[in-house]
């Protein structure tokens, strides 16, 4: 299993910005697809998010489009969510993933970063 950290978390106000960051061990990041998904109290999983390793095709849930955009640093092996205009639904733990292509099955996954969006 890959190792996965996120970092970038925090509490904002309705219609502010954050950007949360992914990085990823050596091992577990070329050739593979790398998404986000998020977790709310008492709700089931969301996928967010993911990127492709070649092309660098980018998917998003369709809540978050045109809000949230993803990025993917070959160099640096982190991949990141630059989230605007959030809203209070948008709270929620968020975890990086890894997939072998975006829709599969999650194959690993960091332990998160709470985002909360309140007033």
């Known amino acids: 299993q890959s190792q996965l950290v996120e970092s970038g978390g925090g509490s904002v106000q309705p219609g502010g910005s954050l950007r949360l960051s992914c990085k990823v061990d050596e091992f577990g990041f070329d050739n593979y697809d790398i998404g986000w998904f998020r977790q709310a109290p008492g709700k089931g999983r969301e996928g967010v998010s993911c990127i492709t390793s070649a092309e660098h095709r980018t998917y998003y849930a369709d809540s978050v489009k045109g809000r949230f955009t993803i990025h993917r640093d070959e160099a640096k092996k982190t991949v990141d969510l630059q989230m605007n205009s959030l809203k209070p639904e948008d709270t929620a733990v968020y975890h990086c993933?890894?997939?072998?292509?975006?829709?599969?099955?999650?194959?690993?996954w960091g332990q998160g970063t709470q985002v909360t969006v309140s007033s």
């Open positions: 993933v890894r997939q072998s292509v975006c829709g599969a099955p999650y194959d690993s």
